[in-house]
């Protein structure tokens, strides 16, 4: 059984902080790549995070860097992903994914979201005064 499963989702306020996590049963997620990607109401899926196989690579969009913190807990078969400074542009479904590279690409800027192999169901994140 492969299965991802987000959590740490809720309710902030502006300026407020969380951190999500991606917690993995049946596979072990030091052998993929793992996104963070978000969707809106009414907008597209789009990329937050990523970390590679190694850790090496690193990737965050421009909405997010510098106040989110991509990282993993290799005990915990866990990956998170930290968020500071939340703004209510932020608010958004958040799914984590795994891609195993295979060999091929380990490099977050060389995969793309429909290359992932796995994907959570989400975590609501609501960032409302």
């Known amino acids: 059984q492969l299965r991802l499963v987000e959590s740490g989702g809720g309710l902030v306020q502006p300026g407020g902080s969380l951190r999500l996590s991606c917690a993995a049963s049946g596979f072990t997620l030091d052998y993929y790549m793992i996104g963070w990607f978000r969707q809106a109401p009414g907008k597209e899926r789009e990329g937050v995070s990523c970390i590679n196989k190694s850790g090496g690579s690193r990737y965050y969009a421009d909405s997010v860097k510098g106040r989110s913190t991509i990282s993993r807990d290799s005990a915990k078969n866990t990956v998170y992903l930290q968020m500071n400074s939340l703004k209510p542009e932020d608010s958004a479904v958040y799914y984590c994914?795994?891609?195993?590279?295979?060999?091929?690409?380990?490099?977050?800027?060389?995969?793309?979201?429909?290359?992932?192999?796995?994907w959570g169901q989400g975590t609501q994140v609501t960032v409302s005064s």
């Open positions: 994914a795994a891609y195993d590279p295979r060999g091929l690409f380990n490099l977050c800027v060389s995969v793309g979201m429909d290359d992932y192999d796995y």
